[in-house]
């Protein structure tokens, strides 16, 4: 049973005079919001919010969804990165457990094979935002010939001492400072791309 606490016109909210307003209370949750008074006779009106009619609604799917770019997300709404509906992408939260951690700042799951949905641990890495969507064009340019060694340069980066990875790429340090990037050493290694313009060279 939905209870009406307020009845209010439209007009004393900013919005048009000849509609009107009920606030009501979430059955499942006590939230309150205003909506438009018809819908109160609507016969299959259960005055859920959007976040419970979305668990006990006819599309809920075990609290999964996948969006246009193939990606899966997860409804987990107490996670700090969940978005406006309390979802989360499954990737994130599958590498955060591999990673017995939450994700840095500014840094993103990347799929190794480049399919968005295959979210298994071996095949995700934690790599810098602001590298992500270039790494995803070259993997796309090579993914002929090439695919299976820029697959093997990421996972190299995640999983074998830093020595032992400069040694196999033949990393060159800057000012004995700083490494190249992945993104670099992949464009660099496979002969594509321009060179560093880092401090001169």
């Known amino acids: ?85 309390g979802y989360v992408r499954r990737s994130h939260l599958v590498l955060e457990q591999k990673l017995g951690r939450r994700l840095r700042d500014g840094c993103v799951a990347h799929h190794l094979n480049g399919i968005n949905d295959d979210d298994r641990p071996k095949n995700l890495i934690e790599i810098l935002n602001i590298e ?28 074998i001492p830093s020595e032992e990875f400069n040694r196999k790429y033949k990393v060159k340090l800057i000012d004995n400072t700083e490494d190249e990037t992945l993104l670099e050493i992949i464009e660099r290694y496979l002969g594509i791309g321009k060179p560093s313009s880092k401090n001169g060279i």
């Open 1 to 85: 049973m939905v209870v009406v606490t307020e009845t209010i016109r439209g007009d004393k909210i900013g919005k048009r005079a000849n509609d009107w307003y009920a606030r009501i209370n979430c059955p499942q949750c006590g939230e309150s919001r205003l909506i438009l008074r018809w819908k109160l006779k609507l016969p299959n009106f259960t005055g859920l919010c959007l976040k419970c009619n979305g668990k006990l609604g006819g599309r809920w799917n075990n609290g999964m969804m996948r969006n246009s770019a193939g990606y899966v997300y997860t409804s987990m709404p107490e996670h700090p990165e969940a978005n406006a509906h």
């Open 132 to 159: 992500h969507p270039t790494l995803h064009v070259v993997q796309r340019k090579l993914i002929k010939e090439s695919k299976k060694e820029v697959v093997e340069i990421v996972r190299d980066w995640e999983t």
